[in-house]
């Protein structure tokens, strides 16, 4: 269910449909430095987990697999 919220909100940020779980989103330049806050906030809301400044990082969130990886270990219960 958060998995493919998430796709569809990327989808809808970047204006790009074709890209999968291992596609990079930021450093291929899918979306651009801007979107973090917002990606960030989006996952917090849907996923119920939070961020911290030090978990605002590429290997959090620079592709679907590495969001859901983080998500996954960040959930409460």
């Known amino acids: 269910m958060f998995e ?7 989808k809808d940020r970047s204006g790009i449909s074709d ?4 596609t990079p989103l930021f ?12 990606l960030t906030a989006f996952v917090e809301r849907k996923a119920g987990v939070k ?7 590429l290997d959090n969130l620079d592709s679907v ?3 859901l ?5 960040h959930r409460p219960g």
């Open 51 to 57: 961020f911290a400044v030090s978990d605002v990082i």
């Open 27 to 38: 450093s291929g330049g899918l979306l651009d430095s801007m979107a973090v806050l917002e």
């Open 19 to 22: 890209f999968d779980a291992e």
């Open 4 to 10: 493919q919220a998430l796709i569809d909100y990327i």
């Open 65 to 67: 697999n590495r969001i």
């Open 69 to 73: 990886a983080f998500v996954n270990k």
